[in-house]
């Protein structure tokens, strides 16, 4: 049995050796760590390549001569360099990390035995995706909340693909692969229009086969100013009033939310209409109309689109930002 971790980072100097360092002090045994690095400009490379001479046969490193085009393309390309590999070579299941967390020493192993569970009942010719909670911690490790998942007020349970259109629920961190997964994400091309990596293969995995939560915190989501993606605590009164552009730091006006908005949703529909032309042919006839409603929901009239929202349940987590989606879309 063979894990591969895919670990990508660009100016990570600050944080990436204890990120290293938790990963090779997983519990697990026979975890391999892959780095590639997006054209650092700092020391990142030349700490990672540190750790490989260290612990070559655990650590490879692979530096980018150009740069990948942003976080979703850096991972996705490097999971399909990994997955053209020679078949002895391909790993049985593959995780991504970010360069700035801390993972706790048995995430690998509690995550693999969620996922090896589910692949006795389901098979493992099925594509699973197994993902776990996480603390989140300010920039010293200083505990902020005990629950990403409770904190941003998510709800995983809603893993299906009508769901997962709208509103993704998996953080890449949190992600383990199954080779099939990997396998399936691997043999299309690399997507223009991804909003983030962890989304598409969530809709990939929900369409073709399992998207799992494992409801524990098995590492340490780092808040800090340099965050490609934060952490915001959620709140009903607070989304709201950010929404009508009410008493925001920013100054930011509700015409700006409406922008922002708009410019959220197209990013969402431009997703979907490339997961169609990449994987339409092999969707179940379901899965197929699901994808092929939302797809039409920017060009119907207003009561139209609200039926169809609520037919197909294109709804968000909770009541108030499903209002505002039919209000706003």
Not at 159 to 173: D, F, I, K, S, Y
Not at 222 to 245: F, I, T
């Amino acid at each position: 049995m063979s894990i591969f971790v895919i670990l990508c980072s660009c100016n990570g100097e600050r944080y990436i050796s204890r990120q290293i360092e938790s990963i090779l002090e997983q519990t697990e045994p026979g975890v391999r760590l892959l780095i590639s690095d997006d054209c650092s400009t700092d020391r990142t490379a030349e700490i990672a390549e540190g750790f490989a001479r260290l612990h070559p046969d655990r650590i490879q490193v692979f530096r980018r001569e150009t740069p990948s085009g942003g976080a979703a393309r850096h991972f996705l390309s490097t999971l399909s360099r990994v997955m053209r590999g020679r078949e002895a070579d391909l790993p049985d299941y593959l995780l991504f990390s970010d360069q700035d967390d801390v993972w706790h020493p048995d995430k690998v192993q509690k995550t693999l035995n969620v996922m090896r569970r589910e692949e006795h009942v389901s098979g493992t010719a099925l594509p699973i995706l197994v993902h776990c909670d996480m603390r989140v911690t300010d920039d010293a490790g200083n505990v902020i909340s005990p629950s990403y998942v409770r904190y941003q007020q998510m709800s995983p349970e809603r893993n299906h693909l009508n769901e997962l259109l709208v509103q993704n629920n998996v953080t890449g961190g949190a992600m383990m692969m199954n080779r099939a997964l990997a396998r399936l994400i691997a043999a299309h091309p690399v997507p223009e229009h991804a909003v983030m990596h962890d989304q598409w293969i969530a809709l990939a995995a929900a369409a073709f086969g399992r998207v799992v939560f494992f409801d524990k915190a098995l590492y340490d989501y780092r808040q800090h100013g340099d965050n490609v993606l934060g952490a915001a605590k959620g709140s009903r009164v607070r989304e709201v009033a950010d929404r009508l552009g009410l008493f925001r730091r920013d100054k930011k006006t509700k015409a700006d939310m409406d922008l922002l908005s708009r410019r959220v949703y197209d990013a969402l529909f431009l997703q979907a209409g490339e997961f169609y032309l990449q994987y339409g042919r092999e969707l179940s006839p379901r899965n197929r109309e699901i994808l092929t409603a939302f797809l039409a929901l920017p060009k119907m009239g207003r009561p139209e689109k609200i039926r169809t929202i609520l037919k197909y349940g294109f709804t968000f987590n909770r009541l108030h930002r499903t209002v505002g989606e039919c209000l706003f879309l």
